[in-house]
């Protein structure tokens, strides 16, 4: 099965919250992180958390990871148009030497 | 923020051709990956690399070759294009931190 899953497919109004899911299988997992991908652009890092925390709260953005049962979410306030884009959730494991695994994306709509 | 350089940027090339898409970073990271993206889907690793002389193949099948001569370059070629290349390929880069830096893509489409 996947590694790390992500719903693949998100609509909101514009104004309203937003909660983007990621759930990840290895317990290992020390850092996990939200990229944000626009149309024709590479990937922007959001924000990451380590795995000692349960939250982390930057601006709109509010990251809240549940150890437990291997879930992160990404909870962006007042969405705007302008978030409309492809957000990945990933992790790295272990020492960190190894490549980030990446789940497939969820598409955000902001709905005007 | 990182200084991630791919170039070029857009690359409309003909079958049996051979394609070198260039990345180039300034932070000195060690750590340099290649991903392939189809339009809106999720990534695959196609190569990485832990500094130089140093590269392996990633989780996905592919055709291409790498090299790291030296820390600020991580050339991917295509030996001979087919339009199954046709996609968006992403450099990016990794210190010693825990963050991943992405370039801006390079779109090939292949006729």
């Known amino acids: 099965g996947e590694d790390v899953e992500q719903s693949l497919f998100l609509s909101v109004r514009e104004g309203d919250s937003s909660v983007i899911n990621c759930t990840y299988t290895d317990s290992s997992s020390t850092y996990l992180y939200w990229y944000k991908q626009e149309p024709g652009a590479g990937l922007q890092l959001l924000t990451y958390i380590f795995s000692n925390m349960d939250m982390k709260q930057d601006q709109r953005l509010t990251v809240l990871l549940n150890k437990k049962d291997k879930h992160l979410s990404l909870r962006i306030a007042d969405t705007q148009t302008g978030d409309s884009a492809i957000y990945f959730c990933a992790e790295i494991r272990n020492s960190g030497n190894t490549p980030l695994v990446f789940g497939k994306g969820t598409r955000l709509s902001v709905i005007a | 923020e990182a200084d991630i350089y791919q170039t070029p940027r857009y690359l409309v090339i003909g079958t049996g051709k051979k394609i070198t898409l260039e990345c180039s970073q300034t932070?000195?990271?060690?750590?340099m990956y290649w991903y392939q993206q189809d339009p809106g889907m999720e990534l695959h690793l196609i190569h990485y690399?832990?500094?130089?002389?140093?590269?392996e193949k990633g989780d996905l099948s592919s055709e291409s070759t790498v090299s790291r001569i030296r820390t600020e370059h991580f050339p991917l070629t295509l030996e001979s294009a087919r339009p199954s290349h046709t996609s968006q390929y992403l450099c990016?880069?990794?210190?010693?931190?825990?963050?991943?830096?992405f370039g801006p893509g390079t779109r090939l489409l292949v006729l």
């Open positions: 690399s832990y500094g130089v002389n140093s590269t």
């Open positions: 932070m000195g990271h060690d750590k």
């Open positions: 990016a880069t990794r210190g010693s931190g825990e963050t991943q830096y």
